[in-house]
C-alpha cells in the first residue's frame, strides 16, 4: 500500500540523511520497511448506534434524578448511569473495516548512531472516499490526519564506551509483555501508541535495566506546571534457566489545575475553611513483578501490580452537588497468570488456563446517614488504572483494554495443523468485584417498576455480578513469510450482571448496561503484512 505523500517523505529524509555534513562518511546502512493491517469487525446486540460511522454513542441507561445526592462520577455521564453498550437487536449494529499502514525508515550510523522514524496512517474504511455518485461530483479527500509521525528517535548504542543505550524522541514502549505500557496493538483495536520521550537502557549479559521519562501532555504556557509526565524503571534478568524476571516501578504525574468553581477570593476562603475544592498533583505509583518461562512442556506467564498515590483528577469526576472528592486515592491491587502444557505430538496441542485480577471499588451507594446530612463529602470509587495496556481479556468488555473492577478466569487449546495454519479456542467467565447499587423504584406494578423518583436514595438493591461467559474461536494462515490472514468468531452469553449494568468499563468510571440482555456476537477477519 503506498500512498505519494509518505513516499515522497521518506525520499526526502533519506536524501537529507545522505548530504549532511559527514553523512556520507557515516552513514552505514538505510532500511525500508513498514506493515499493512486490514481488519473488519462486526458485533452484533453489542453496541449502541453511533452519531457518526466508526462512533459508538454513549447513553444514559438510569435518568439522574433517581441519585440525588450519590456520587455516582462516571466519566462521561457525570452523576447519571452512561453505557456504550445496548445488548439488544434493536438498534443498528456496530460494524467497521479498519486499516492502518506504517512505513519505516532506519538509518545506521557509525559509532552505534542511528535513526528511526515511522509514518502512519489510521483509516475506517469509507472516511476519505473523494467521490459523490449521484451528482458526479469529485471533491477533495478528508486527509488532513491521514499521515502522522508515528515514532522519530536517535540511538546511540554503547554511550561513552559504556553498556548504555539512549533513545531520544517519539517512540514505543513496550514493557514486558505490555500488560501495563505497550504500543497499542491490543485487538481488535491496533491504532498504535507512541511517546514522546527519553529511554535510557543498561545492558549486561543477563540485565536490563530501563529508565525513562515521556511527556504525555504539554500544557506551558496555559499552566505553570499543569503538564502530564510518565516516568519508570523497569529492570528484567534473565539468569535463571528459561526464565524471565523482572520489576519494575511506573510514576504518572498530572498536575493539570482542577478547580469545582471559579477562582474567588471570597469564596476561595469559605471553600478552605470548609475543606472543599482543595485538588492537588494526581500521583499515581505502579510497583509491579513479572515472571515468564518454561520448564519443558510447561509454559508460565504471571504478573501482579499494586498502585498507590493521589488521584484527584479521578475524585473530582464524583460531584453528587458542586465539590468532588479531593481526598481520592489510589489503592487497588492487580494480577494475571497463564500456564500452558504443549503436547509432544502431531498439531502441538496446548492446553493454557490462567485468569486476571483488577481490584476495585464502587462507593456509589449511600447510607440512611449520608442521605440524611446534605454536608457530607462525596467518596470517589478508584479501581486499577490499565494504563497503557496491549492485553486485551474480551472482545465485547475489554475492546480497548481498560477492564477493571472485574476478575476473569479462562481455559483454551492451541494447535498447528500444518506449519502455515493455527487454531485456538478458548472460553472466559467475567464477574465484576464490587457491584453497583442500583435505585429501588418507588412504586412496582405487576412486578414491573413505574418511573416514579424514589427520594430515598439510599434503598438500593445490588447489582449481579455475573457479566457472562464468552467463547472464542480463531484461525491464522500464515500464506508467505510476510502475508498472515486471520479470522474468528466470538460469542457472549450475557449474564445477569450485563442486565443490570455494573461500573466495570473504562478503568471503573463507566456503566455496561443496555435496554435487554441477549447474547452478542462479534465476528472479524484481518490481513497483515509486513516488510
Known amino acids: 500500500m503506498r500512498h505519494p505523500r509518505t513516499l515522497r517523505i521518506v525520499a526526502l529524509l533519506t536524501m537529507a540523511l545522505s548530504f549532511a555534513p559527514g553523512g556520507r562518511a557515516a552513514l552505514q546502512n538505510v532500511q525500508v520497511g513498514g506493515e499493512v493491517r486490514i481488519r473488519g469487525n462486526y458485533w452484533y446486540n453489542t453496541f449502541n448506534g453511533g452519531l457518526a460511522p466508526g462512533v459508538v454513542r454513549p447513553v444514559a441507561r438510569i435518568p439522574g434524578a433517581f441519585f440525588g445526592g450519590r456520587a455516582i462520577g ?104 505490555g500488560w501495563l505500557v505497550g504500543n497499542g496493538d491490543a485487538q481488535p483495536e491496533f491504532r498504535g501508541l507512541s511517546f514522546d520521550g527519553v529511554r535510557l537502557t543498561y545492558v549486561l549479559d543477563n540485565l ?77 505509583h505502579t510497583l509491579g513483578a513479572r515472571v515468564a518461562g518454561t520448564w519443558g512442556a510447561f509454559d508460565l506467564e504471571a504478573e501482579v501490580a499494586y498502585q498507590f498515590g493521589q488521584a484527584d483528577q479521578v475524585g473530582r469526576l464524583f460531584r453528587p452537588f458542586t465539590y ?33 485480577y483488577f481490584e476495585g471499588e464502587d462507593n456509589r451507594g449511600q447510607s440512611f446517614g449520608e442521605w440524611l446530612n446534605p454536608l457530607d463529602k462525596p467518596k470517589a470509587s478508584i479501581s486499577f488504572n490499565r494504563l497503557f495496556s496491549n492485553v486485551s481479556y474480551s472482545y465485547f468488555l475489554d475492546d480497548m483494554a481498560q477492564l477493571s473492577n472485574v476478575w476473569t478466569l479462562r481455559a483454551g487449546l492451541s494447535a498447528s495443523p500444518t506449519e502455515q495454519l493455527a487454531l485456538k479456542a478458548h472460553v472466559a467467565w467475567f464477574g465484576a468485584l464490587e457491584t453497583f447499587d442500583l435505585p429501588r423504584p418507588l412504586i412496582m406494578f405487576r412486578g414491573a417498576p413505574l418511573g416514579i423518583v424514589n427520594p430515598f436514595t439510599f434503598i438500593t438493591r445490588n447489582a449481579d455480578d455475573n457479566l457472562g461467559w464468552e ?27 450485563l442486565k443490570d449494568g455494573n461500573y466495570v468499563d473504562l478503568n471503573g468510571l463507566l456503566f455496561n448496561r443496555g435496554t435487554d440482555n441477549q447474547d452478542a456476537d462479534y465476528l472479524y477477519w484481518q490481513f497483515l503484512v509486513r516488510f
Open 471 to 497: 467463547t472464542n474461536l480463531a484461525a491464522t494462515y500464515r500464506y508467505t513469510d510476510d502475508l498472515e490472514v486471520e479470522t474468528g468468531w466470538s460469542h457472549l452469553f450475557t449474564g445477569d450482571g
Open 74 to 177: 462516571d466519566a462521561l455521564g457525570g452523576q447519571r448511569p452512561t453505557s456504550y453498550y445496548d445488548w439488544d437487536s434493536r438498534g443498528a449494529d456496530y460494524r467497521l473495516t479498519e486499516q492502518r499502514t506504517v512505513l519505516n525508515l532506519q538509518a545506521d550510523f557509525s559509532d552505534g548512531v542511528s535513526t528511526h522514524v515511522a509514518l502512519e496512517s489510521f483509516d475506517i474504511w469509507g472516511e476519505d472516499f473523494r467521490s459523490n455518485y449521484v451528482t458526479g461530483v469529485d471533491g477533495r479527500a478528508a486527509s488532513v490526519d491521514d499521515v502522522e509521525v508515528y515514532e522519530a528517535y536517535m540511538d546511540v548504542s554503547d554511550l561513552f564506551g559504556s553498556p548504555l543505550r539512549l533513545r531520544v524522541g517519539r517512540q514505543e514502549l513496550v514493557l514486558g509483555r
Open 208 to 284: 536490563a535495566v530501563d529508565a525513562f521519562w515521556a511527556k504525555l501532555a504539554e500544557r506551558s504556557p496555559v499552566e505553570t506546571d499543569g503538564d502530564i509526565d510518565f516516568y519508570g524503571i523497569y529492570g528484567s534478568y534473565t539468569g535463571v534457566n528459561n526464565l524471565v524476571l523482572d520489576a519494575y516501578w511506573l510514576f504518572l504525574r498530572d498536575a493539570r489545575h482542577i478547580e469545582d468553581t471559579p477562582s474567588v477570593p471570597l469564596r476561595n476562603a469559605v471553600e478552605n475553611l470548609a475543606g472543599v475544592d482543595d485538588y492537588g498533583v494526581t500521583r499515581l
Open 324 to 356: 468532588g472528592d479531593d481526598g481520592a486515592t489510589f489503592d487497588a491491587l492487580a494480577a494475571t497468570l497463564e500456564l500452558g502444557y504443549t503436547l509432544d505430538m502431531a498439531w502441538q496441542p496446548r492446553f493454557f488456563a490462567g485468569g486476571a
